[in-house]
């Protein structure tokens, strides 16, 4: 379905938990965090209900997330239940990869499609520096069952940090030489109200490109029409792929394809609108599912135009990222 701007939607990040088992720098505090209470998280059977009622809207692909998804039990039976339903083409998952090694098998036969994992060093003492948790060869180790239980590509989200794990950029575009993965460096977002963003930590996607370039030569390749809005490039000589994601310097809003549902059940246009359409509440009153999809339309019709940020000067929406699930 398209928006107001002419914007084809067909992909919905269902974000299925705020619980989250690592502390990431940059994505949660340390302690104080007030979860959602359980009762005002949908249940996987109203997810599979509204999921329903937007792959009748036009998405085509969901991917889960989180807090971290993998946290949350019964998830592979969820899963299953998501690769029944009609007319959705592609199931995803972004995962920490702490619980990977023991999942890896199941959601290779439950009907998962696609694997991202985060990691943003390749370093154990800085794992812990990032994550605030020791964990590091537990997702290494995740990250090798998923390979071997047969997910291709895997994906490895990167957010690059200033001062942090910049140091690591060659590193982790050289894996792509070793392994087919696809490795996606993400500018660090100005979200929620920790206070970790500024522009002395933040590397754009060019200065990325240009460091990758010293490797050797690069070739861009064209995105799938169900692909975020990821700028894709491959080394020569590689395995795997390098994907640059611009979220604040090259504003990809114009091909911006997603929907988000926060796992308590409101319907966000736009990861950084403070803008959202409760659909927990009319679900739960028994409203029919011409109301629950007409609010689906509207929230897609209505789909803010961009970000609305100054690459400097950012404003912070109010949900965290765990709460939002990226
Ligand atoms: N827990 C899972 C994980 O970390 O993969 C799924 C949820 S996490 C919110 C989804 C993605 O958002 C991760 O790749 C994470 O690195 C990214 N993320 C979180 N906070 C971010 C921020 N402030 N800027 C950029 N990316 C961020
Ligand atoms: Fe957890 Fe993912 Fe946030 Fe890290 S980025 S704290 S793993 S939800
Ligand atoms: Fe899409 Fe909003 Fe992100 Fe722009 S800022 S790409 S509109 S989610």
Redesign the pocket.
């Known amino acids: 379905m398209l928006d107001n701007n002419n914007r084809v939607i067909n992909y919905l990040r269902l974000s299925i938990t705020d619980r989250c088992n690592l502390r990431c720098i940059y994505c949660m505090p340390e302690e104080g965090i007030s979860f959602i209470p359980h009762s005002q998280i949908l249940s996987y059977e109203e997810m599979l209900h509204l999921v329903r009622l937007c792959v009748q809207n036009g998405i085509r692909k969901v991917r889960l997330t989180g807090g971290e998804p993998l946290v949350r039990k019964g998830i592979i039976k969820f899963i299953d239940g998501l690769s029944k339903i009609e007319g959705l083409e592609e199931i995803a998952l972004t995962t920490n990869g702490v619980f990977l090694k023991d999942f890896a098998s199941d959601l290779r036969n439950c009907g998962l499609c696609r694997i991202n994992v985060s990691m943003d060093t390749l370093i154990p003492d800085r794992f812990f520096h990032i994550t605030r948790r020791d964990l590091f060869h537990q997702v290494w180790e995740g990250i090798e069952e998923a390979e071997s239980v047969g997910f291709n590509p895997i994906k490895i989200n990167v957010v690059g940090i200033k001062g942090v794990n910049d140091d690591e950029i060659l590193d982790f575009a050289r894996l792509t030489f070793e392994k087919p993965f696809h490795v996606r460096f993400i500018e660090l977002m100005p979200i929620g109200k920790v206070d970790s963003w500024s522009s002395r930590n933040f590397i754009s996607t060019d200065e990325v490109l240009n460091l990758v370039k010293t490797l050797g030569k690069v070739t861009s390749i064209n995105p799938g029409p169900l692909s975020g809005?990821s700028q894709r490039y491959v080394l020569e000589g590689a395995k795997g792929e390098i994907g640059l994601i611009g979220?604040l310097s090259h504003?990809?809003?114009d091909?911006?394809n997603?929907l988000?549902l926060t796992a308590d059940g409101s319907l966000k246009?736009?990861?950084?609108?403070d803008s959202e359409v409760d659909v927990k509440t009319p679900l739960r009153r028994g409203k029919d599912d011409k109301y629950l999809s007409d609010l689906i339309r509207n929230t897609i019709l209505n789909?803010?135009?961009?970000?609305?940020?100054n690459e400097y000067k950012p404003r912070k929406c109010v949900r965290t990222m765990n709460r939002i699930g990226g």
């Not at 246009?269 to 609108?273: N, P, T, V």
């Not at 789909?303 to 940020?309: A, I, R, S, T, W």
Request: hydrophobic share 25%.
């Open positions: 809005p979220a504003h990809f809003c091909h911006c997603r988000r246009g736009c990861l950084f609108s789909k803010p135009k961009d970000h609305g940020l």
